[in-house]
């Protein structure tokens, strides 16, 4: 199965879309927002230290997330990985083609979701997921069928991020200019790259990524 990056500014729509790689195609996401966020509800020593800095939206250093992506990697069997919100820098990058030739894997493609920034604020401030299986909302464009519950597993546990306001989304943006889309040209240059329209409905952005997939 082909591992691929899902590259893209906070609310492009990764998340929403590596759950649908891993229901449609058995494929394994690997996001090191989640990640993190465990830590962090876990209290655990690391999920201390980052709490703070990813509550104001600015990135975590990259000894710790490239560490949790190294967890997870050694020792997985077969491949079919969603990097999502990983890497998020150049350091990150030549950290991942590392550690995926050490365990004989290689990156097919970097799927690139293109959004402007405007329809990011609604995206990111209406969002909600259910704390039981992750399935993500939105107050407006994807509210659940009964008020509260997941349409997923029933639960009745929803969750609004604290990073998930205006100002901390400005900083993730921030961010994600200054670090992370030099990752743009850097898979470019290594013709891994492929954009897709990331405002479509969510079915064509799938169709897109779809298309990608099936060409690898
Ligand atoms: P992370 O959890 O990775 O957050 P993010 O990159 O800011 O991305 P989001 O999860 O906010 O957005 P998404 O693109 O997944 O959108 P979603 O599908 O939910 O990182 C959080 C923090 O952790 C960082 O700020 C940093 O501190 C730290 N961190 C994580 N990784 C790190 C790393 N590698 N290095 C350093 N620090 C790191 O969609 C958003 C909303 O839009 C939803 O409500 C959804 O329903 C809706 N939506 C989705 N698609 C569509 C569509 N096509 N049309 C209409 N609505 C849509």
Redesign the pocket.
Known sequence: MPNIILL?P???????QAKRLEDGRGMVQL????M?RAAKTSGTEMGKRVAA??DR????TDEI?IGLIEEKLTGAVGGGFIF?????TLA?ADALEALMAKVGQHLDAVVEMQVDDTALVA??T??FTCGGCGA???DV??PTKVAGTCDVCGSHNMVRRA?DNEESLRT?LMEYYKKTSPLIGYYHAKGKLVGVD?L???DA?SAAIAKVLDKT
């Not at 906070?10 to 929403?16: F, V």
């Not at 939206?57 to 975590?60: A, D, I, S, W």
């Not at 999502?84 to 998020?88: L, Q, V, Y």
């Open positions: 893209g906070p609310g492009a729509g990764k998340g929403t996001s090191t927002g989640d993190l800095v990813m939206g600015e990135l975590v997330v999502d919100g990983f890497p998020r990150q995206r990111i209406g969002r993500v909302y939105h464009t994807r990073d993730r990331g479509a409905e969510v952005v």
